[in-house]
């Protein structure tokens, strides 16, 4: 699977591990940055991985910042881009078969690299299960930006 990943300075040393770990199992990975720990604005960085994307250049995306949540706040405001942060097995599983994201943020702060991959190989490896899902994301589609 084609993956990019993102961070800003509070999950660079995060975003290094994962992106290690994922070229190792195979994925091709797209780092969008940061490069180091140097104070930047996640929001560079959600803008560019988002549009990626949302292009279809790469299936889906990581975003890690301190939370994970003003990555997903920033990421969702680029259209085709379904960003969710998630804690838990449950919120990965149902943001993927119910919402079709096809961005997942990770917290930094909450959590170390083992965990964020469980997280993310689960991400990966879940299907949207369509249905009346479908209907669902097409109408968040059509919100008005």
Do not use: W
Request: net charge negative; with cysteine; glycine share 8%.
């Amino acid at each position: 699977m084609k993956l990019a990943i993102g961070a800003d300075h509070a999950g660079f040393s995060l975003k290094e591990k994962l992106r290690q770990r994922l070229t190792d199992e195979g994925h091709e990975v797209v780092d969008f940055g940061t490069n180091s720990e140097e104070s930047c604005d996640y929001p560079d960085f959600a803008q560019t991985l988002g549009r990626d994307v949302a292009q279809g250049r790469s299936d889906r995306g990581i975003l890690v910042c301190s939370t994970g949540i003003g990555m997903a706040i920033a990421a969702n405001k680029i259209d085709g881009v379904r960003a969710a942060p998630a804690h838990s097995d449950d919120e990965v599983t149902f943001t993927r078969q119910h919402n079709d994201a096809n961005v997942l943020t990770i917290g930094a702060k909450y959590m170390d690299v083992d965990r964020a991959l469980e997280l993310i190989q689960l991400f990966l490896n879940t299907e949207f299960i369509g249905g009346r899902h479908a209907r669902r994301v097409a109408k968040i589609a059509q919100l008005e930006r």
